[in-house]
């Protein structure tokens, strides 16, 4: 038992990894989705108890092979990505269930098998950029992830996603390089590969070679804020997420963007904030600036979309503005809200992503015009729509108001008023494009088409209610998200310079 | 936390509501049954309602502390003399609404009269939550939970114009609570530490006044509820819902919620003596005065019954408003008494206007000419709440303003002492022409050809009840008076 006990950093990875491996070997759908459901049922039992040794034990250093870090590649685990981890895989364990149908439904019979080998991959890439402690190995899981989400989106039935899957290519490569070109300036610059030990040596060196440290942070930005879909470099995102199998949007929506943010968090506080002085840089200010664009840009072109997959995509971009906007305020009460907001708005976009998968599944479309009456034939699937539409206007009793609340009293802390009125005035305008869903759902009279709709089977309902409860309870108790996060934010910022 | 035991009746009566709506669904095919448990829940919680009252009285302030989060925002209850009156009110006139209900929805063949008892529920529910709120968070949480649930009650008909006001009713109400409320929550947080209501108010020497000016402006204008010009568009615009929901929601539950808002923040927020030591009052008696005429006015000139008795609603919520801004202890006893008063009066009226459009089918004042012969039960009620608006003896209206216009006096506030003496000539000059042509007007000619005879028993108890109700305050005000006065007792 020992023996699992210490391993679990490589578990993490090596499981979903051999998953991805049989499911590859795999002709038949079902097989291939037992194997993923058990892989993504392991994962948050690894993460938690990794949570769990964090908690009581400290960060775990994980020697990959026995080769002692800078040489080897360290598996580093401390509060930060013990909570992204268990948030990942508890988020995949969760929705795993509705895969099945959904999939079947929407792919070729030939191609499920494919589906759940990349969804493992993806998995796999995901958590390993999480739980690795070494740049170049995040970079290969930054690839991994990267290059099977690209077949995922490919995958769906619309022949536009093959175009959204090409765009997000090219964007994603570009990001990639620049992530690469960054790391590589910094192994030039400090001769190591491993975060820590690039931040312990990076604060003497910086003085000298500035420029090339400036110019090693500014790639990595760009390079990681590609992939977490910062505004403006946000323009892959709603195709990708419009056009993908529903399912597939789902696991995305709630992962890949918060991890890339993850690693953006553990770059600014970890690396350069313990290296150097990361105030004296601009940036707080540009991460605000953008972050701000984001939320109000992308929630009002939100309110205009047609099609209710390609609103919440445009949404989610606005929502990362709020995680990011945390990372700029970088204040105990900011930061803590931009990292519970990472939970939360995982916990609410995968319920909105799977409400409307299941409407898709039963109506064949997501056009807004087409659902009129809709919530009146899958009472429960838009129930829970209608909680987590709510969460993300950030109601009082639902985990986006715990968000907002922690973001406006960073925002207070730092004596920022109008940012407090900017937060809640973008808000308003979830409240609107969500209101316009809500209207058309429940208040239209049933078109024909949909009056003999029904809710989706038990696979995706249990899903489904878990999530839009979960909405509801991390809302009220927050000492797992909020406690967690407030603890992360601390030792992000005690580690500053 | 505290000495105070905590006494699971306060929560058991928030929840009370929420189990009834729970139930109703059950009775889909079965209306009786249905009925009977809309009925029962609301005995129920007027019951538990009258306990907590009686424990208030006797001096206690039970509380109950449902869950504490990470940093202190809570969901905890506590009664204390304003909630329990509010309380009252709200929990005895849901009784009398839903009998009023029942012969409203049959006679009117309403569709969809599950999802509006359910509806109906929730929100009675989430108004208990608000009159017992012991913090801010938890205010804020039921406030948001009654806009929600009442959405679906104004776009009952869902026809294009109930569609169009629904709209208009949920981004207001939910846009200013999130865009002023919030903020305005957030920052009593920062200043003040805490956001417990707190007799003599958690902001005293804590900010400047300007600060405290800026964050009265954030929280009355936020509290859109109650309907201070120019955030009150929303209620005329709510009546298109049927008209037991304007008469218990929006002349009593949602509005009152909103005064009642309004009045505890600054009894128990700012404090009376921060916000008269800072010189704010004289702005919002302005606003609340200028409310109180210019909805008047537009009243004046309104010819739908409804959309008449929505604006009056405005000018009178003001009254309450304008109370508190005297910031004489009379006069916010006066302002708790109005909230009481106004909600018997104004039901009653709603209770009327809707008996007429359930009997005769008309909806505008010009029609009403000798609608009294005709239905003398309704018009009388109509009558004893018109002068309970205008506030005259021997109605409960004649209290509020009683003791808000002696705080005026008090305190000199001749502006005040101008507003309620205009509005009062207002108030008659909208009501008594409509009792006027009720009872001395020829009714025109096709009028009793369609029918004759009042509304369904039901409707006709309902609005002789609360009328009697109007009277019966003005006789024996004993029970509120004591409540009020508790209020600036501490």
Redesign the interface.
Known sequence: MTVVWTNLPALQVVIPLIGALLTGFMRRGATAFAVALVVSWMMPVIAGAMLWQVLTAGPISYHLGGWAPPWGIEYRVDLLNAFVLVLVSTIGAVIIPAARRSVAFELEEWREAWFYCMYLLCLTGLLGIAVTGDAFNAFVFLEISSLSTYVLIALGADRRALLSSFQYLIMGTIGATFYVIGVGLLYLLTGTLNMADIASRLGPIATQNFPAMVTALAFLTVGISLKLALFPLHVWLPNAYAYAPSWATVFLAASATKVAIYLLIRYYFSVFGVAINIDALPMSEIMIALSLAAMFIASFVAVFQTNVKRMLAYSSVAQIGYITLGIGLANQAGLTGGLVHIVNHAIMKATLFLAIGAVFYRAYTVQLKELAGIGRRMPVTMAAFTIAG?GL?????TAGF?S??YL??GA??KGW?VL??LI??S??IA??YI?RVL?VA????PSPAIAQLRDPPLSMLVPLVVLAAATIYFG????WT??IA?KAATALIGGLR | MMGAASNPLVLLAVLAPFVGAAIIPLFNKQPILRESVTLLTAVALCALVLLLVGDVLAGARPEFDVITTAVGLAVAFKVEPLGALFAFVASSLWIVNSIYSFGYMRANNEPRQKSFYVCFAIALGSTIGIAFAKNLFTFYLFYEVLTISTYPLVTHKKDTESLAAGRVYFLLLIGASLVLFLPAIVATWIIAGTIDFTPGGVLADKASAGVIGVLLALYIFGIAKAAVIPVHFWLPAAMVAPTPVSALLHAVAVVKAGVFGIVKVCVMIFGVETLSAMGQSSWLTAVAGATVVIASLVALKQDNLKRRLAYSTVSQLSYIVLGVAILAPISIVGAAMHLAAHALSKITLFFAAGSIYTAAHLTEISQLDGIGRRMPWTMGAFAVGALGMIGLPPTAGFLGKWFILSGAMQTANWVAVAVIVVSTLLNAGYFLPIVYRAFFCEPAADLGAEGRGEAPWPIVFGLTATAIGTLAMFFYPEVFYALATSIVMG
């Open positions: 709510f206007v950030g109601t009082p009793g715990i907002k609340w406006a009293v207070l802390d008023w407090v009125f809640v005035a808000s308003a409240l609107v209101g209207e429940w208040l239209r009279e009220i108790d927050t000492e909020v406690g407030s």
